[in-house]
């Protein structure tokens, strides 16, 4: 079993019945939502709000009951991967194109569990490109904004060449930032720029964190702690 198997099952061991779950996106919580769906076919009920379509698609694949966001109330417990986790837990996420759904299912989220291989564990966050989804509208003035940031951004575009499109119908810009000093003031400033919808730093909003070593042993890591 790979690391990000291993992590995204151990964190399935949280839900309980009658929970209402939140379903990340990515490689590593595909794993969760396959062993979700599992459970949810050996008898557990939960219900599910997925944050991207793709996660949508799996877990109805799968028999999890999804709701639409509308229709949920609190989230008990979501389960979702990042591209980096610091020691406060704040994250860099939105590899998978997926941030804006995944920060407002988290923002609606009781607890927020993160799970990843150890090789996503960094000292200091923005070696991995921060994601930033923009309005298609304007938005070679909003990169050039965001160049004025201090970093080189870079329009992410599909395998075949085309620009990636968001479930939002927005676009998605890389930020190579190299290193991000203060997490919390960078995302207030790239959120003030106009043409930006959100960003990938999720600050103080993942509650734990099931990290995952090649040596097959878990590490819980906990906000605060
Ligand atoms: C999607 C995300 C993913 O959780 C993040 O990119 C990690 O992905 P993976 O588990 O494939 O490494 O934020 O928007």
Redesign the pocket.
């Known amino acids: 079993m790979n690391i ?1 198997q291993l992590a995204a099952e151990k964190a399935v061991d949280w839900v309980e019945d009658g929970m209402m779950v939140g379903l ?7 794993y969760a939502i396959r062993k979700l769906g599992e459970r949810v076919q050996q008898g557990l009920h939960i219900k599910a709000v997925a ?2 379509v793709e996660s949508e698609k799996l877990a109805k694949e799968m028999s999890i009951p999804i709701i639409p966001f509308a229709e949920v109330g609190q989230i008990d417990l979501t389960i ?4 980096e986790v610091d020691p406060d837990l704040n994250l860099i ?7 804006l759904r ?1 920060k407002i299912v988290a923002a609606r989220s009781r607890q927020v569990m993160i ?2 291989g150890d090789n ?1 564990v960094v000292k200091r966050l923005g070696a991995f490109p921060l ?1 930033v989804e923009v309005v298609t509208f304007a938005h070679e003035w909003t990169i050039e904004k965001l160049a004025s940031m201090g970093c080189t951004p870079v329009l992410r575009k599909t395998e075949s060449g085309e620009v990636f499109v968001t479930d939002n119908g927005n676009y998605t810009v890389d930020c190579h930032f190299k290193e991000i000093l203060n997490p919390a003031r960078m995302h207030r400033q790239l959120n003030d720029i106009p043409g930006v919808v959100d960003n ?1 730093l999720f600050i103080g909003m993942a509650s734990t964190a099931v990290i995952a070593y090649n040596s097959g042993t878990i590490e819980i890591l906990r906000a605060g702690k």
């Open positions: 990000k990340g996106t990515g490689s590593t919580a595909v944050t991207s979702d991967g990042a591209d996420k939105g590899g998978g194109g997926a941030l995944e799970v990843a996503k994601p990938g």
